[in-house]
Every structure is written in structure tokens, then in C-alpha cells.
């Protein structure tokens, strides 16, 4: 199971989120978000953990050449896309870098068939207000998690090991509980949900 720091915003908390063991580090360019940051920023920041930590823009209902622009300048490895998109945008993004696709619950039904074959695409689940520290209803979910998916929401520290006994997502993804403040991470509470999404035993919590 893979482990993703989103919204890092600078070199220091890329440093302590890949020496913390996380396997992505999400770097959000979507303009309303709080943790906005440039690409020259995230490139130095991505590029300074190394080549083994995935470097993730996140965007949220920008066109085509904005992602693939912002993507070249800080030479992402991976897109995360949120937001009302059609499937030929998601699928053109594809041909270029490994996409992880953000559904909300209410999209699962119609949008999550659609990239069942496509290896290029995962799907990730997502509160209907990315950034906004929400939890999903994970017991809701358990009959329609789709095999594969990565799971996001109001994940932290305290309550990621329950997600993953719940859900067995295939990667989990957190912001605003790791943060001391909006774009500023908190590097105990990193290191603690790096370290309790690890030692999550999918078995341990009753199905
Ligand atoms: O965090 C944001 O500001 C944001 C803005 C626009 C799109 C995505 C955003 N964040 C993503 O939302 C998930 C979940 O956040 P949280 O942990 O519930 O606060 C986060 O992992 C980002 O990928």
C-alpha cells in the first residue's frame, strides 16, 4: 500500500516527508487551494527528495495545456485530477504521466467502469470537498470501493489504520491533518501517519 503527503509546499517538508517513508508527495496547483504552490517551487521540492518519491500535481478543472505545462515546468512524475472532466480529458492527460483519477462516492456508479482496464488510470476516493479534512463513511462504502482504489478524506494519524482495515485501499493520501498550518506541515504528525498507515493490518479490524 502506498502512502502520499499532499500539499507540500516547500523543500524542508518534502525532506522530512520522504525521510518520514512516504511513497508520493502531492504538490497542488489547483489555484483555489490553500496550499497553492508554483512549479518552480514544487520542482525544487520534488527534486530534492531523490528518484525513488513520486512527484504528484494535483488540479482541479484546469485545461488540457495548463496540466501538461505545469507538469513539464515541475517535472512531475504523476497528475491527480479532480473536478468535472470528461473521460477523453482524463485519457489524453494518461498518454502523457500515470494518473490517479479523484472520484467522489456519488461518482463511483457512473464514472468508475470506465478506467477498470486502464492501467494508466487508479482511482482515488475523495471527500466532495478535497483539502477540507472530511472523512468519508467508509462502512457506506466497503460494497463499492473499487479493487485497486486509493482512499483520501479527513485521513490523519488517529484514524488511517482504521480506514485501511475498513477499506483496504491500495494507497492513502492526507493533507490538512498533517499540517501545523495551511501549507506548513506538522512533522510529528507526518511521521505518525506514515508510521500508522505501515504498521494498518487490513485483518484487524472486524469486516
Ligand atoms: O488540499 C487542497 O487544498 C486541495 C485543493 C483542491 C484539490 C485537492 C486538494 N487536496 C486534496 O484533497 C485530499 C484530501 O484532503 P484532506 O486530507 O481531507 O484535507 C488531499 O490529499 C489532496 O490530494
Known amino acids: 500500500m502506498k502512502v502520499k503527503v499532499c500539499g507540500i509546499t516547500n523543500l524542508n517538508d518534502a525532506v522530512l516527508s520522504a525521510e518520514a517513508g512516504a511513497d508520493a508527495l502531492g504538490f497542488i496547483f489547483a489555484p483555489v ?8 517551487a514544487a ?3 520534488g527534486l530534492g527528495v531523490g528518484p525513488a518519491v513520486a512527484r504528484v500535481g494535483v488540479f482541479l478543472n484546469q485545461g488540457l495545456d495548463e496540466v501538461l505545462r505545469t507538469a513539464e515546468m515541475a517535472r512531475l512524475s504523476a497528475l491527480q485530477i479532480h473536478g468535472n ?5 482524463v485519457s489524453q492527460l494518461a498518454a502523457y504521466y500515470p494518473v490517479l483519477r479523484v ?8 464514472e468508475a467502469g470506465v478506467w477498470r482496464a486502464d492501467p494508466g488510470v487508479t482511482l482515488m476516493l ?16 466497503k460494497s463499492t470501493f473499487p479493487a485497486g482504489a486509493w482512499l483520501a478524506g479527513g485521513l490523519g494519524p488517529q484514524n488511517v489504520a482504521q480506514a485501511i482495515g ?21 512533522p510529528e504528525a507526518v511521521r505518525a501517519f506514515v508510521r500508522a498507515a505501515r504498521q ?8
Open 33 to 40: 487551494s490553500r496550499r497553492l504552490v508554483t512549479p518552480e
Open 166 to 186: 475498513v477499506l483496504r485501499p491500495a494507497g492513502v493520501d492526507a493533507v490538512s491533518r498533517l499540517e501545523s498550518r495551511a501549507g506548513v506541515k506538522d
Open 200 to 207: 494498518a493490518n487490513p485483518q484487524s479490524y472486524p469486516q
Open 126 to 141: 475523495d471527500a466532495p470537498e478535497p483539502g477540507g479534512g472530511q472523512p468519508l463513511d467508509w462502512e457506506a462504502l
Open 103 to 110: 472520484l467522489r462516492p456519488a461518482d463511483l456508479a457512473e
Open 85 to 89: 472532466v470528461s473521460s477523453l480529458y
Open 43 to 45: 520542482r525544487q521540492a
